[in-house]
T-cell receptor
């Protein structure tokens, strides 16, 4: 079936390094993609989004890249900090419904 | 705006009992709310869509008689887990759809940790 998936389930980085979290999607009809951060016991927290007519969008310390040719989405976090440790999910929006990917657990070593 | 408040944040119940989870929109009116379930170390899975004034729409494989959804007003959607069993233990989260209120992104409640013993 159609899904949004991740290449790496876990990622460990050194504090100050850049992090890259990847996501593959299969539904080319999706026109809106979002990255969420989820800390233990809490609901997802919006990080950044991108529409399908864009290939890059930047926020504060974060950049999302969208490659529609290969149906790939990535989240780049610059100068990763201990507070960035969490599980990150990509999601695609279909008629308002959010279909979530597997999730990547990011661990930042001090 | 687009603040979603979910209550309770955690609940422990005995097997066979029912539990109600509330999801309120505090600063906007929501004609639609989504309910998700998340098992440990897994992703969020959409369970159903609640629609104000009409029946909820359930995703494939979700028992509508077990997970009762009511969208009584434009600010309140509820999920009732009926005759709960230990396998229903999970993290339940509601959300307002993207574009609700003044923000583009979807907004999530704080989540409810349900433990059935």
């Amino acid at each position: 079936g159609e899904s949004v998936g991740l290449h790496l389930p876990t990622l460990s980085v050194q504090e100050g390094d850049n992090s890259i979290i990847n996501c593959a999607y299969s539904n080319s009809a999706s026109d809106y993609f979002i990255w969420y951060k989820q800390e233990s016991g809490k609901g997802p927290q919006f990080i950044i989004d991108i529409r399908s007519n864009m290939d890059k969008r930047q926020g504060q310390r974060v950049t999302v890249l969208l490659n529609k040719t290969v149906k790939h989405l990535s989240l780049q976090i610059a100068a990763t900090q201990p507070g960035d440790s969490a599980v990150y999910f990509c999601a695609e929006s279909r008629g308002g419904k959010l279909i979530f990917g597997q999730g990547t657990e990011l661990s930042v070593k001090p | 705006g687009a603040v979603v408040s979910q209550h309770p944040s955690w609940v422990i119940c005995k097997s066979g009992t029912s539990v109600k989870i509330e999801c309120r929109s505090l600063d906007f009116q929501a004609t639609t709310m989504f309910w998700y379930r998340q098992f440990p170390k897994q992703s969020l899975m959409l369970m159903a869509t609640s629609n104000e004034g009409s029946k909820a729409t359930y995703e494939q494989g979700v028992e509508k008689d077990k997970f009762l959804i009511n969208h009584a007003s434009l600010t309140l959607s509820t999920l009732t887990v009926t005759s709960a069993h230990p396998e229903d233990s999970s993290f339940y989260i509601c959300s307002a759809p993207p574009g609700t209120g003044t923000r583009a992104e979807a907004f999530f409640g704080q989540g409810t940790r349900l433990t059935v013993v």
